[in-house]
């Protein structure tokens, strides 16, 4: 009996020894299993420019700085007129009353100000000087008040060609929507009066009349001609009774329809 008590003794210290010596070689082998995968760096540590741009910028200012629905970012009249402070202010701080909101965690936005420094490198670095041929742009900021009654013979002049007479027609659409002009500040305006859009065949500040670039002063006032025209409630009245709502044809049933 001892004999078989000693053996069976010795059968489990060996067994147990076994079951020890597996389990190291397990929690070996897992940490080198979870060595081997790169360690993930918190979104706040990206600093790379393409990643930073396509993640916040892309959506509305275009994949490559051009084509979207904002200012075109890397357009080389927009680089000539706005410095550094100015980027990095709007993208910090973003514009009050527009779609441009802000990105600076300072602002209440997500990046840090290391990589709001990498977006304005990397926007900085699409610049193209020589693409405007030696000529001195008018500046980003106006340096005078715009008249609005002489903003309506500056469009005559150099805007009505494409959108129309009154600024709601013609073969480049409405200027004078009241939800596009809603959706921009002042600013906006003056921006896209200098740059143009190249792309879709609006020219900038010096090619909507052969020979005759825009001077400051009238940017500054077919701006604010344009900024006369926003309405104070943007958008297409609603009807607000059944009767008014039935004389617009609005189908019973349906919400906010006849009932």
Not at 22 to 37: E, F, T
Request: charged share 15%; net charge neutral; with cysteine.
């Amino acid at each position: 009996m001892k004999m078989a008590r000693g053996a069976i003794l010795f059968t489990l210290a060996s067994s147990l020894a076994s079951v020890a010596l597996l389990g190291c070689v397990g929690c070996s082998n897992a940490s080198i299993r979870a060595g081997a995968d790169p360690p993930v760096s918190p979104p706040s540590q990206m600093l790379e420019f393409s990643v930073l741009y396509s993640k916040n910028c892309a959506g509305c200012h275009g994949p490559n700085g051009k084509g979207g629905a904002a200012v075109p970012l890397a357009d080389p009249v927009f680089l000539a007129i706005a410095d550094d402070a100015t980027i990095r202010r709007i993208a910090t701080n973003g514009v009050h009353g527009t779609p441009m909101s802000a990105f600076a965690q300072s602002a209440g936005g997500m990046l840090t100000d290391q990589q709001m420094e990498a977006l304005v490198r990397g926007i900085r670095s699409c610049a193209q000087p020589a693409a405007l041929g030696g000529t001195i742009p008018p500046s980003y900021a106006p340096q005078s008040a715009g008249n609005p009654q002489r903003g309506a013979d500056v469009y005559r002049t150099y805007c009505s060609s494409c959108h129309g007479a009154n600024g709601s027609e013609g073969k480049a659409g409405s200027i004078v929507n009241g939800s596009y002009l809603a959706l921009v500040s002042d600013q906006d305006l003056r921006t896209n009066v200098i740059l143009g859009r190249p792309e879709l065949g609006a020219p900038d500040w010096r090619g909507d009349v052969p020979g005759r670039p825009m001077s400051e002063q009238e940017i500054s006032d077919v701006v604010a001609w344009l900024a006369a025209q926003r309405p104070a409630i943007p958008g297409q009245p609603y009807p607000n009774s059944a009767t008014d709502r039935a004389a617009e044809g609005i189908p019973v049933g349906i919400p906010g329809g006849v009932q």
